[in-house]
């Protein structure tokens, strides 16, 4: 039913969400692990981390739906997307 270009972004997309995951989920387990060394918030600042994840996850994801605009030659939405 879908094409292998569809199949690829949701691929694609998936294995961002993944890396992320296990970005934030090693700094949970580990932050407190630090065996006498610099904790991470010496080292970190986190204050903005979550909502800069956010804008390269939806940049990702709008600029995906373009592409997939501009492959049926819907100009409006490829301008909405990429606005």
């Known amino acids: ?21 296990s970005l934030f989920a090693t700094y949970a387990v580990l932050r407190e692990s630090t065996f006498g ?21 939806f940049s990702s994801v709008t600029c995906g739906l373009g592409i997939l605009a501009s492959l049926k030659d819907r100009k409006h939405q490829v301008i909405g997307w990429l606005s």
């Open 1 to 21: 039913i879908y094409s292998r270009t569809t199949l690829g972004f949701w691929m694609y997309l998936m294995t961002d969400c993944i890396l992320f995951g």
């Open 37 to 57: 060394g610099p904790s991470s918030r010496d080292i970190f600042d986190l204050s903005t981390a979550f909502f800069e994840t956010m804008i390269l996850l």
